[in-house]
């Protein structure tokens, strides 16, 4: 007499019993010559199932159930029906139905205790916010200043190269899209410089706008105007 066919209730119950391995021997091979019989059975659907539960293989504690549960369900449907084939696949749908809740529950509660605790005292970084970058150059082999301006924080970061040692300092300017010049400070010649950006200037600092180096004298700074003309300049983006 041909099996009964298979729901996809039923269906994606044995197919799960076999890639968790909750199946004794002799219900394996039940479950196996009931699958091969399905003509909408493939074997590549074990494999799907073992693909979907890999990652919480290792990642729950297993808890044996009370012994007296299983028997206390068994004792139930001793003696029923021809339908208990159906009460018996339905109590194993519901089985593992609730083996992989629990897989999923412990890994989002192991996912929970390792997670760090939030810091009350820092103050996180907004996603969506832009750095804006720069690169400074001049003349052939002449100085080159890499720039990296951080919105949230308001710090320059600078890292100059090639300025030569003179009686001149070099002084670092903005130049937003009116063309007029504001200083930023005077910054090393040879290591790397941190300038904190004042509130009105922080304005400025977006794409297009340019960063410039002049060379000027250290007493005054920072100026109301260069006095002469750019040794390294470059456009600011935001990344």
Do not use: C
């Not at 029923?80 to 089985?95: C, G, H, K, Q, Y």
């Not at 989002?108 to 939030?118: D, K, M, Q, Y």
């Amino acid at each position: 007499m041909p099996d009964t066919p298979l729901s996809p209730e039923d269906r994606d119950a044995l197919i799960a019993e076999l890639a968790l391995g909750v199946l004794g021997a002799a219900e394996r091979a039940d479950a196996l010559r009931q699958l091969m019989a399905d003509p909408r059975f493939a074997p590549a659907m074990i494999d799907e199932w073992d693909r979907r539960l890999e990652p919480l293989y290792s990642q729950y504690i297993p808890i044996e159930p009370p012994s007296h549960l299983w028997t206390g369900i068994e004792a139930r449907i001793t003696g029923a029906t021809p339908s208990v084939v159906s009460v018996n696949r339905r109590l194993r749908f519901w089985r593992v139905s609730a083996l992989v809740a629990g897989l999923v529950a412990a890994s989002l509660a192991l996912v929970l205790v390792l997670r760090p605790s939030p810091s009350t005292t820092s103050v996180p970084t907004p996603y969506a916010a832009q750095v804006a970058v720069a690169q400074l150059t001049g003349a052939p082999n002449g100085p080159v200043v890499l720039a990296r301006f951080d919105p949230v924080g308001g710090f320059l970061a600078l890292r100059p190269s090639g300025i030569k040692a003179d009686t001149l300092k070099p002084e670092l300017w903005i130049i937003p899209g009116d063309g007029k010049p504001r200083s930023l400070g005077l910054i090393s010649r040879d290591a790397e410089s941190h300038i904190l950006v004042e509130g009105p200037l922080r304005a400025f600092m977006t794409e297009g706008a340019t960063l410039a180096v002049t060379m000027e004298q250290a007493v005054g700074a920072p100026h109301a105007a260069p006095s002469s003309a750019p040794v390294a300049s470059g456009k600011i983006s935001l990344i």
